[in-house]
């Protein structure tokens, strides 16, 4: 499960001892309800799909990621993949910080800087009919060919130069572009940060509105327009979400995950899971929970 600040930044679990690198072959379905809750974070993400496809949100919108395509998602950007139908899909992360490829003061204020600064520019849909498109997934593929290689991290950067210089070649970047942040997706990280802090409490709407400084009609538009839901279903996945993380991942029994939640009992929590998931608690982590012995669930 992604792990997060309470800025709503994933806390990222570098690969590379000194690299601020991440590369993982990934399955959707390792994800509570084939969902990664919303984030960001001040890495360059590219995703390639390996096999099925899966919808990706970025800022609140949605595109649909067909198995040998990816995306690229700008530093900052508010960012989420999922599957409606609970479809498998297995594809690569790669992560790399910018600070990696900032070799000198000239070259991150000439190459580097006009990209991450552009928030006009929140991603990137690569698709293989599109030539550069497709020599930015062929290098995401040559890279994690090369896993195991005692070089890998000096082979990263060198790609990732390389695709800078193809988005400079073919993106409209000004070299005098500043940081200019959609107000609407700082309220979002506001809202959604309130919610992380809090889902173990009583939090009603009126909560999450006054948490970004808005009025409850506009948290629920905000909501509708990056989530594609009501900040109370959305309280509820992520209060859902947390209950798998913990049915995988420890022995705490049903009834106190429940509570540990946010759910008022046992009962409410197993009808909601099983309406979310398909499956009863039990039933869930009889299947990918760890091994309880002798411990009733």
Known sequence: M???????SERISYKFKDYPIFLEDRLLSSYPGYAAPSHFHEDLEFIYIKSGKMDYSVNGNTVTLEMGEGIFVNSRALHYGFS????????????????????????AETFLY????????????????????????????????????????????????????????????????????????ALMRKMLSYIERNYMQKISLEGIAESGGVGESKCCKLFARFLKQ?????????????????????????????????????????????????VSPKEYRRKKGPRLEGQGL
Not at 2 to 8: S, T, V
Request: aromatic letters at 10%; glycine letters at 6%; hydrophobic letters at 40%.
């Open 84 to 107: 409606q139908k609970c479809e498998q899909c297995s594809f690569i992360c790669l992560l790399i910080h910018p600070m990696l490829l900032s070799i000198s003061g000239p070259f």
């Open 2 to 8: 992604i792990k997060l600040n309470e800025n709503r």
């Open 114 to 185: 006009p990209l991450i600064n552009n928030a006009f520019l929140p991603f990137i849909h690569l698709k293989r009919e599109v030539f550069w498109h497709e020599s930015i997934l062929d290098e995401i593929l040559s890279i994690n060919g090369r896993k195991g290689d005692k070089c890998l991290p000096a082979y990263i950067v060198s790609s990732a130069l390389k695709i800078l210089a193809i988005l400079y070649d073919n993106l409209e970047l000004r070299t005098d572009c500043t940081i200019r942040e959609d107000n609407d997706v």
């Open 230 to 278: 009501s900040p109370m279903a959305y309280l509820q996945s992520y209060r859902l979400g947390i209950g798998a993380h913990l049915l995988e991942n420890s022995r705490i029994s049903i009834t106190d995950i429940a509570l540990e939640c946010g759910f008022s009992d046992s009962s409410y929590f197993a009808g909601c899971f099983r309406k979310w998931a398909g």
